[in-house]
């Protein structure tokens, strides 16, 4: 992955940790367990503030979530 220019919009730091996060709509996903929302997040190294940004997820992963 290349390097992005991300600084800290609370204490500008320029060092930070990426990593994803999945999570369950509404409704019968809920239900189910299935989850089907997925977020890239970007968190700050010094002062641990957080972004997040939607990201596209897989048909066949919430298939297999589903089984899981």
């Known amino acids: 992955m290349s ?24 409704g019968l996903s ?5 989850q089907n929302k997925k977020f890239t997040h970007i968190s700050c190294s010094r002062c641990k503030y957080t972004e997040f940004y939607k990201a596209d997820s897989s048909t066949l ?8």
């Open 3 to 26: 390097k992005l220019n991300f600084v800290c919009p609370k204490c500008g730091n320029t060092e930070y940790e990426i990593g994803e996060v999945h999570t369950t709509g509404g």
């Open 61 to 68: 992963g919430n298939i297999f979530d589903l089984f899981t």
């Open 30 to 34: 809920k239900l189910f367990d299935v």
